[in-house]
């Protein structure tokens, strides 16, 4: 049984710096890919980063280039997503997202297995 166990998120305001991480449990290959997505009211989940666990590929979506960083937690089956220069556009829910094994970063959320509760990021003007 995998579950995601997600921390972080709040309220900030823009151009300040928050950060979010997700923690796996039954999920140890280095196959497996961990992703954050976010999504905001009526729309479709969107994948903004993620990586397999091996730490290659990555995937960064252009809305958040250098801005946000995904790096893998220390020994440990985990991610965390450092999201800087916030800006009121990036307001969302943030869900973490794994499945066991893939050759690249899945884009499509029905492509992912595993989810987590998700956690409110709200970024103020």
Not at 29 to 45: C, L, N, T, V
Not at 57 to 83: H, W
Not at 109 to 121: E, H, P, R
């Amino acid at each position: 049984q995998v579950q995601l166990v997600e921390s972080g998120g709040g309220l900030v305001q823009a151009g300040d710096s928050l950060s979010v991480s997700c923690a796996a449990s039954g999920l140890t290959s280095d196959y497996a890919i961990m992703a954050w997505f976010r999504q905001a009211p009526g729309k479709e989940r969107e994948l903004i980063a993620g990586l397999r666990m091996s730490g290659s590929p990555t995937y960064l979506a252009d809305s958040v280039k250098g801005r946000f960083i995904l790096s893998r937690g220390n020994g440990e089956t985990a991610i965390c997503l450092q999201m800087n220069s916030l800006k009121p556009e990036d307001t969302d829910v943030y869900y973490c997202a794994a499945r066991r094994t893939a050759s690249g970063v899945p884009i499509r959320a029905d492509q992912y297995t595993y989810w987590g509760q998700g956690t409110q990021v709200t970024v103020s003007t």
